[in-house]
């Protein structure tokens, strides 16, 4: 019996990892993707041909860059619709609206314009009942103190160069967004409850969660 059998998770499953950056999204989507034999929806950083300059000049690039990861996610959420389920993806595309999009434009990085027409894209591509939500979010949770020595550990010059300011004004967004995201069901994971890196072995603590999850909720335990 493998993994995924032996938690019960339905091979159709589309689990999305949430979380601040730095707070270990990559890490489990691959290790939870290993464990349940499932395809992996990764955030490509190294590819992205704004994301750099953005970190340079948040006003000159905010909007580009919100457009280009729209644009990608939908491309993934299509994918993995069109495969039928079975994925674990790095980050949701309610982050970028929820979060990013709208701390840039409250924080006079991207112009009023700008962001209505962001979100008026959004909207019509993804707040519809035509889009197919996830059947799980992972919301990844970690004291501040932590994430921020997680983002210098993993040590991308773009990232070191940007002020504690910024991952203190998303870290302090996510806290409240997450309380009030309704658009799937979550389950919470604390960063001290597990350890992939040293570990291994602690993904099956998380497959343990995500099968009690799914049992709570009667539309997620099918087989
Ligand atoms: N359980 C863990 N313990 C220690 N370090 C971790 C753990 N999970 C991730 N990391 C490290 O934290 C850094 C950020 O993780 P990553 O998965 O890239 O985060 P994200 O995708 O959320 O930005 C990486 O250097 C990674 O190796
Ligand atoms: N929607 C976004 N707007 C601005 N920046 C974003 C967005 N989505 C991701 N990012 C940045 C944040 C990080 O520097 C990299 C990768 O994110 P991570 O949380 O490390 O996977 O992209």
Redesign the pocket.
């Known amino acids: 019996m493998n993994l995924r059998e032996k938690y019960n998770i339905p091979q159709d499953a589309v689990i999305t990892i949430a ?1 601040t ?8 989507t691959n290790a939870l993707a290993n464990a349940l034999q499932f395809r992996t929806s990764l955030e490509k950083v190294d590819n992205n041909p704004y994301l750099e300059k953005f970190y340079n000049d948040f006003s000159r690039w905010s909007f580009h860059l919100q457009i280009y990861f729209l644009a990608e996610r939908f491309k993934e959420q299509k994918r993995m619709f069109e495969y039928g389920g079975g994925f674990v993806q ?1 980050r949701s595309i309610y982050e970028d609206t929820g979060i990013f999009a709208k701390m840039h434009y409250e924080k006079g990085t991207m112009s009023s314009v700008d962001y209505d027409t962001y979100t008026n894209l959004f909207q019509s591509m993804v707040m519809t009942p035509f889009f197919p939500h996830p059947d799980l979010m992972i919301y ?1 949770e970690g004291s501040f103190d932590d994430v921020v020595g ?2 210098k ?2 040590g991308r010059p773009m990232e070191q160069q940007t002020p504690t300011v910024y991952w203190e004004e998303m870290y302090q967004r996510y806290t409240n967004w997450i309380d009030s995201f309704n658009a799937c069901p979550i389950l919470r994971l604390n ?1 001290n409850e ?5 570990d291994p072995s602690s993904v099956e603590l998380i497959l343990k969660r995500i099968e009690q999850k799914f049992h709570q909720i009667p539309s997620l335990s099918r087989s």
């Not at 950056?21 to 489990?28: D, E, F, N, P, Q």
């Open positions: 979380g950056v730095g707070v270990g999204k990559s890490t489990i790095d990844l997680r983002i550990e993993r960063i597990y350890d992939l890196v040293n």
